[in-house]
Every structure is written in structure tokens, then in C-alpha cells.
Nanobody, 124 residues
């Protein structure tokens, strides 16, 4: 049974940082692309960042480029999202996903597995 479990969300002031984690089990993690998406109230889920495979550089949405960093630890079956210089517009539920496909995956439907999400709230 595949499971993805996010953690690390919380309430932070604008300009602050959070480190989100996503622990995976039940799948050959190193062979999967992993990604982070987010969904704000009343909005659709949007792409944030992805690491296609362990030997590929991470790819980011323009809205977070330079502020967020995705890293993956295949030995721990875990992917991290370091979020810096947070803004109120970053407030959302953040989800991690896993896709059994090569290449950069930025579309929600390309991901077969999802975690339950972790809430990030940035106050102004």
C-alpha cells in the first residue's frame, strides 16, 4: 500500500520559513518523480515544484522560484520543500505527489499518489 505523509506545516509571519517533509512508503521511491502542489481556499490545486528523478535538477513554478527549494533523500524515501521568504499569498494546503514517469511533471493528473496535505498559513 502506497502512502505519502506530509508534515511541517504551520503558522508563520511573512518573511519567515518552514520546512515541509513528505515521507513515502510502499513504492520504489527513487524511480518516481516527486512533486509539491498547493491549494488555497476557493482556488484550484497548483503546481509548486518537482524533482523528476534523483539525478535531475528540481523545477519550480515562477511564483516560488528563488524562495523555495525541493530536495529528496532517496535513502530515507523522503522529499523536502524548504520555503523561505514566505508571503501571505503562499497560504494554502500543501500536497506532495508521486508520479511513475520520466521528465518534468507539472500537471495534477500526472501524479498517481498523493498525501493528505499540510496547512501553511502566512500572516501579514
Amino acid at each position: 500500500q502506497v502512502q505519502l505523509v506530509e508534515s511541517g506545516g504551520g503558522l508563520v509571519q511573512a518573511g519567515g520559513s518552514l520546512r515541509l517533509s513528505c515521507a513515502a512508503s510502499g513504492l520504489p521511491f527513487s524511480n518516481y518523480a516527486v512533486g509539491w502542489f498547493r491549494q488555497a481556499p476557493g482556488k484550484e490545486r497548483e503546481f509548486v515544484a518537482t524533482a523528476p528523478r534523483s539525478d535531475y535538477s528540481a523545477y519550480y513554478a515562477d511564483s516560488v522560484k528563488g524562495r523555495f527549494t525541493l530536495t529528496r533523500d532517496n535513502a530515507k524515501n523522503t522529499v523536502y520543500l524548504q520555503t523561505n521568504s514566505l508571503k501571505p499569498d503562499d497560504t494554502a494546503v500543501y500536497y506532495c505527489g508521486a508520479a511513475a514517469a520520466l521528465g518534468v511533471r507539472t500537471r495534477e493528473y500526472e501524479y498517481a499518489y498523493w498525501g493528505q496535505g499540510t496547512q501553511v498559513t502566512v500572516s501579514s
